[in-house]
């Protein structure tokens, strides 16, 4: 049955993640837009750490925790967001629900393959100007697309307390980007239309190493490595007015990413309670796109600490289902690199969540809770106050197991 499930949902959440708008926010209209989160709910509820072998939840970030799998293990996730966006002057309100991440994770001894699709960065600003003199001219700026991450991982465990991993990484999407302006003293207006088709490929590598000090209490570490990137921009205009359509062909573009470095480390009773922190850092990158290229705006050092956990009161209750329930929670604080007008583009977040067992199975429903400000209203610039809801399905089962009767 879980079968039959996964297939479905591979195609039609594969349609759906290409063709999603995941972004409202302003400082989309910069790089290659607003680069989402990468893991699951679950991970997402601890503020981003995710530095356990877990036997039953597919960890995105680390390939190393692949051959850790008992099961097979299909995980898809999906947010809804609500924010209010304010200036000194002015505040709006927009909605998103959009697809975060599907996967599936093969156990094969130990050896552990893992493969899947993440929507990786959102583009989809909407802005309006309005002249003040006589001519009333009105200009927008909209954009659309994304860019979207198919990856294929292996981990291998070297030792029961040792692993390690890869994967590797193609990257695709398109951005569309639509400048406007129409005179209300004429009848027809003019608009520009800007494309980009991104490509690229990168790889990561990582291992994870666990071990008890105390005959209940365990020490866990992961690390992380991401090796330095580019991604190829093909870029296409072409102007629309009353009376004729041309294309102008662009110089393509390359976009480069530097190496990032992610290290956590956790303590804790397994199956009962974890805390654990992140910390993530990364060099300045040259993400600026030839469409938006902005004399106020810089690309820095980008980074980001995190800490997190969860709580299990009785992981073997069979007669109490309250207490079988994970609870979790985290802070986190992100430095995402974008410097605009001399002010560094921070977001700030508190997570918590819920994981709900599947009776009969060890699969099991997440929820996810956050609440954050990203941005700033200094220099002139728009903070984001942020609230989302996120839910994931783990759903595992024994895919490759004989049967003893025909």
């Not at 583009?123 to 009333?136: A, H, I, K, Q």
């Not at 690229?200 to 990137?229: E, R």
């Not at 009161?313 to 974008?338: C, H, M, Q, W």
């Amino acid at each position: 049955m879980i079968k039959k499930i996964v297939i479905s949902l591979c195609l039609l959440l594969g349609v759906l993640s290409y063709a999603q708008e995941g972004s409202s926010s302003p400082y989309s209209f910069y790089g290659i837009g607003d680069v989402r989160f990468k893991g699951t709910t679950e991970t997402r509820s601890m503020g981003g750490v995710a530095v356990e072998q877990d036997s039953i939840h597919i960890n995105l970030q680390n390939p190393a925790s692949f051959p850790n799998l008992k099961l097979t293990s299909f995980t898809v996730g999906g947010t809804y967001n609500t924010t209010t966006m304010k200036t000194d002057a002015l505040s709006e309100k927009a909605r998103r629900t959009t697809i975060d991440y599907m996967a599936l994770g093969l156990p094969l001894g130990k050896l552990g393959i893992g493969f899947g699709i993440i929507p990786y960065s959102s583009v989809g600003y909407n802005l309006r100007t309005v002249s003040g003199d006589n001519s009333e001219i009105t200009s927008t700026a909209t954009s659309s697309g994304g860019l979207n991450k198919v990856f294929l991982g292996a981990g291998y465990k070297i030792t029961p307390k040792f692993s390690i991993g890869v994967d590797a990484n193609y990257n695709f999407g398109v951005i569309n980007i639509i400048n406007s302006q129409l005179n209300s003293n004429i009848q027809s207006g003019t608009s520009e239309t800007n494309t980009s088709n991104l490509s690229g490929i990168n790889f990561n590598v990582g291992s994870m190493y666990q071990t008890k000090i105390t005959k209940k209490l365990s020490i866990f570490s992961s690390v992380n490595y991401t090796l330095a990137n580019s991604l190829k921009s093909k870029n296409t205009r072409s102007i629309q007015s009353p009376l004729d359509t041309q294309t102008i062909d662009q110089p393509d573009q390359t976009i480069t990413f530097s190496s990032k470095l992610s290290l956590s480390a956790g303590i804790g009773e397994v199956r009962k309670w974890l805390i654990g922190g992140r910390v993530v850092m990364q060099g300045a990158s040259d993400i600026s796109n030839s469409y938006n290229v902005s004399p106020d705006v810089t690309y820095g050092r980008a980074g980001s600490i995190s800490l997190g956990g969860y709580y299990i009161p009785d992981f073997g209750s069979f007669s109490n289902y309250a207490k079988r329930i994970v609870y979790r929670a985290g802070l986190k604080y992100e430095r995402t690199g974008l410097i605009i007008r001399t002010e560094a583009i921070d977001n700030v977040g508190l997570t918590m969540g819920l994981g709900l067992p599947i009776s009969g199975t060890f699969s099991n429903m997440n929820i996810g809770f956050e609440i954050g400000k990203k941005g700033t209203t200094s220099s002139g610039l728009v903070q984001e106050n942020y609230a989302n809801i996120s839910i994931g399905l783990s759903l595992n089962d024994k895919w490759f197991e004989k049967r003893k009767f025909n």
